[in-house]
């Protein structure tokens, strides 16, 4: 019978607490759950049968479900779905080899929760008026065609030069609304990370690791940047365990 790590925790002299909560609660499939322990920290496991674990919605639910109520209760890790391991000793030995790196992780994530925002808008769209308003800006009188036999190629080379100018200017749009972000909420002290253009629709994908008590400083935030971007729609998700901030590879 292997063993699935769900989360690591910082538990300091709250095992009893922590023994009290997993007696209310089940893994994947109704497995119970039980901790290991090292030196303040604690893994939080189930018992499960290797070929039987199944990479479903339900599972998936069930894992995240265990995590986000022990985030409520305790400073901690998660764990990717399906992190395995063979026997109670092999967790002891890997919380033994990565301890320092395990607490250094829980001090960086203590008291602290995980926001996601999320930006859309028809980029082609934007892009159109982007490109009015820069061909306005830019232009000069039109010179008399003349036909001649590398007149296809100049053509495609201008169309491809067209597309190029259009793309920098939606990224250089982006990157000042990345710009208008940081600047808002530096008054707040987040650590960020950013993505662009994660799809045709989503330009902007940032996750945050706030403190729990600015929670509705960060909503009062982002209002403020939807009435600064009514052509964008901006979507904040959270709190949730962090996730992103986890960085740290065991070995």
């Not at 925790?9 to 322990?37: D, F, P, R, T």
């Not at 779905?81 to 203590?110: A, F, G, H, P």
């Not at 996750?207 to 904040?236: A, C, P, S, W």
Request: aromatic share 6%.
């Amino acid at each position: 019978m292997d063993k699935m790590i769900y989360a690591i925790l910082s538990v300091k002299n709250n095992q009893e607490k922590l023994n009290l909560i997993l007696v209310g609660m089940n893994g994947i499939a109704g497995a119970n759950l039980n901790m290991v322990s090292l030196d303040g920290i604690s893994a939080v496991v189930s018992d499960i049968r290797r070929g039987e674990l199944i990479a479903d919605k339900s599972n998936a639910l069930a894992y995240a479900g265990v995590i986000e109520n022990l985030a409520q209760q305790f400073t901690l890790l998660p764990m990717r779905y399906n992190s395995l391991m063979e026997s109670t000793d092999s967790i002891i030995k890997i919380l033994k080899r990565n301890l320092n790196e395990i607490q250094l992780n829980l001090r960086k994530v203590e008291n602290k929760c995980e926001f996601g925002l999320k930006i859309f808008c028809n980029s082609e769209k934007l892009r159109a008026e982007m490109k009015a308003k820069s061909v306005a800006n830019t232009k000069t009188p039109a010179k008399p065609a003349i036909e001649n036999k590398y007149s296809v190629y100049r053509d495609y080379l201008n169309k491809k030069l067209i597309e190029h100018r259009s793309e920098e200017l939606l990224l250089t749009h982006v990157d000042k609304i990345i710009q208008d972000i940081t600047t808002h909420l530096a008054q707040l002290n987040p650590i960020h990370k950013f993505k662009k253009m994660t799809t045709a629709t989503n330009i902007i994908d940032v996750v945050f690791l706030l403190e729990k008590d600015k929670k509705e400083d960060l909503i009062h935030i982002v209002k403020d940047l939807q009435n600064q971007y009514t052509g964008l729609r901006l979507m904040l998700t959270g709190p949730w365990p962090p996730y992103n901030f986890v960085d740290i590879t065991l070995k």
